[in-house]
Each structure stands twice: as C-alpha cells, then as structure tokens.
C-alpha cells in the first residue's frame, strides 16, 4: 500500500534552533514529491516539488532535500512566523494527474 | 480574483441534509480538485476537473458525493443525505495543469450534528 508518514508529529523550537523534519515514503513509483505549509484556518500553500534523489531546493530559512526513501525539510534558524503545520504529498507515477496522497503533517511552533 | 474562493466559509448541516460547496478557482486554471481535510489529517483526495472533464473522482468515498463543473470554471461539491462522518473541511485547488503547484482555498468547514 502506498504510504506518507511524516515525522515528529509535533516539533517545539526555540527561535533560532535549526532542525528537520522527515518524509517517509513507501509508494511503487514516485513521480514527485510536495512540500506544503498550512496555517490555521488556512489551505495549504505550496513550498517545493522534488523529483529525483539528490535534488534539493531553498526558500529562505527552509531547504528541501530527497533521496529514494525519504524526504528532508531543514529549518535553518527559524523565527516565530515559521510556526505552522508542514506538509508533504507524493504523486505516483502512472497515478491519475490530481491524486497527490499527503501526510499528516508535522506541526511547527517555534518560540521567540 | 486573487486566490481559490470558497464558500461557505463554515457550515452546519443537520444529519440528512443536503449539502452544496462552491469553488471559484483562479482565472485561467484548468485543473480543479476538491480534497476532504479532518481534523488532524492531511488532506485526502476526493476528485479532479481538466477543465469541464471529471477525469478522476476515485475517492468520492460515497454515491453521496457528487462534483461538477459545468463550464470549466466554478465547481460544485453536492453530498446527499449528510452523515456525521460527512464533517470535515473540504478544500478545493486550483493550477495551471496537473498537480505540481496546486494553489488551495481556505476550505468550507462542514459540521454534521
């Protein structure tokens, strides 16, 4: 069955401690892979797409990385704006165009 | 407009009540998808509109659901017959093609009492 598990649940920074957070997947075949952010209330908004082990992307404070198991988001010293829910969502490969299957998400708070 | 419109914003349903959400995607994306959110979930997929075309709708979890987008723009999720496990947010997205960069609403909040 193909899964999204993303890890820890729930993540408490202080401002300027960096981390990550992890995206597992065990999916029969990746054709991209998602990073988004939601806030409360709020639709997801969309951060990265990767699409091949070894490629990374950088937002400002965030850098997505891939490889064939598992996806990285890296929070270099995160400021209390970052506190939010992060998602992240593969889309297979030979999967219908519109059916991403997302985790469920890890939930930033980042103290000042 | 700027964004995904959606409205509702929040909506009350009593059990076996119908129910219609509308999705005012951004002008020009041909792609529109409708995704169920509960709480403490990521979002699930429901369906998925190539303009006028429903090209997947696998996982409408019920006969009860039923999506359309009758001239390729706003889009309509109607459910039949409201379940408790019917509550939910239901968030549409909008893009340019395909899923790569989907542009999401703030969702309509649904509570089945």
């Known amino acids: 069955e193909d899964q999204v598990t993303q890890s820890p649940e729930a993540l408490r920074l202080q401002e300027g401690e960096s981390s990550s957070l992890n995206c597992s997947y065990t999916v029969s075949g990746l054709r991209g892979l998602f990073w988004y952010r939601q806030d409360p209330g709020k639709g997801p908004e969309f951060l990265f797409t990767l699409y091949s082990a070894g490629e990374e992307k950088e937002k400002e404070r965030l850098k997505a990385t891939l490889t064939k198991k598992e996806s990285f988001l890296h929070i270099t010293a995160p400021k209390p704006e970052d506190s939010a829910t992060y998602l992240c969502a593969v889309r297979l490969r030979g999967g219908s165009q519109g059916n991403l299957i997302f985790g469920k998400g890890t939930k930033l708070s980042v103290k000042p | 407009g700027a964004g995904v419109s959606q409205s509702p914003r929040y909506k009350v349903a009593k059990r076996g009540q119908d129910v219609a959400l509308r999705c005012d995607p951004i002008s020009g994306h041909v792609s529109l998808f409708w995704y169920q959110q509960a709480l403490g979930q990521g979002p699930e997929f429901l369906t998925y509109?190539?303009?006028?075309?429903?090209?997947?709708k696998s996982g409408l979890p019920s006969d009860r659901f039923f999506a359309e987008r009758p001239e390729g723009s706003v889009s309509t999720l109607k459910i039949q017959r409201t379940q408790q496990e019917d509550s939910a947010v239901y968030l549409c997205?909008?893009?340019?093609?395909?899923?790569?960069?989907?542009?999401f609403g703030s969702g309509t909040q649904l509570s089945v009492l």
């Open positions: 509109f190539q303009n006028e075309a429903q090209l997947d």
């Open positions: 997205a909008s893009s340019l093609g395909g899923a790569e960069k989907l542009f």
